[in-house]
């Protein structure tokens, strides 16, 4: 068996940015009245994901992200 290698897709967040992005999603869940299991609230969490690997840590700024992705549902 073979495998392939792959790069990592973003960088390694801290267990603190962790916490921070987990109570991010959960108020705009909260907010939009959005089960946390949900399909558009599993993309929530992804976008908000990647959008704190690519950078994006200012809390107010990934509320707005995690907000629009719940909201164009």
Known sequence: ???AA???VGA???PEQISDLQNI???VCFECLQDR???VANECAAVL???AQ???LDHEML???GLAVLRRH
């Open 1 to 3: 068996m073979s495998y």
């Open 6 to 8: 792959f790069e990592r």
């Open 12 to 14: 390694q967040l801290s």
């Open 25 to 27: 999603f959960d108020g």
């Open 37 to 39: 299991s949900s399909h």
């Open 49 to 51: 994901i990647r959008s």
């Open 54 to 56: 690519r950078g994006i």
């Open 63 to 65: 509320r707005d992200i």
